[in-house]
């Protein structure tokens, strides 16, 4: 077994949250807010890559799908309603969504609170998914 090493623990500040629109291949229509908390770059995973969501009120991350990674959104706060393969599924506190690779999906914050969320790929480095927009 591996030593400890320091770059497995992340701490999250305000200041760790970036628009989505901030990634070079990004949509210009993309909103919401993410936070890498695990990935090669961060903490030397070779398989995984996790960050942490932020949606304001009525945000909206759009369809698309990954051709090289399974993903999962895990809700912590608030509610909204994820696409996923042609149905919506209305998600709150406590719901995990797999999302296998080439699945269509979207997320819309349809309430007037944060929706906060984790997301996770089974790859380490987001170029790695592969990012197809499908709207």
């Not at 369809?63 to 399974?70: D, E, G, L, Q, S």
């Not at 969320?117 to 927009?133: D, H, M, Q, S």
Request: glycine share 6%; net charge negative.
């Amino acid at each position: 077994m591996a030593g400890f090493s320091p770059r497995w623990v992340t701490r999250v500040t305000e200041e760790d949250f970036r628009p989505l629109t901030a990634k070079p291949e990004a949509d210009p229509r993309e909103e919401g807010f993410t936070c890498n908390l695990i990935s090669r770059v961060r903490s030397g995973s070779e398989d995984l890559r996790i960050t942490y969501c932020r949606m304001l009120p009525h945000q909206y991350h759009i369809r698309h799908h990954h051709p090289n990674a399974a993903e999962f959104y895990f809700v912590i706060a608030g509610t909204c309603a994820v696409y996923l393969g042609g149905e919506v599924v209305s998600a709150s506190p406590g719901t995990c969504i797999y999302i296998p690779a080439n699945t269509v999906h979207a997320v819309r914050n349809e309430s007037e609170s944060v929706c906060e969320l984790l997301a996770g790929f089974n790859r380490p480095e987001y170029a790695e998914c592969g990012l197809v927009y499908d709207e």
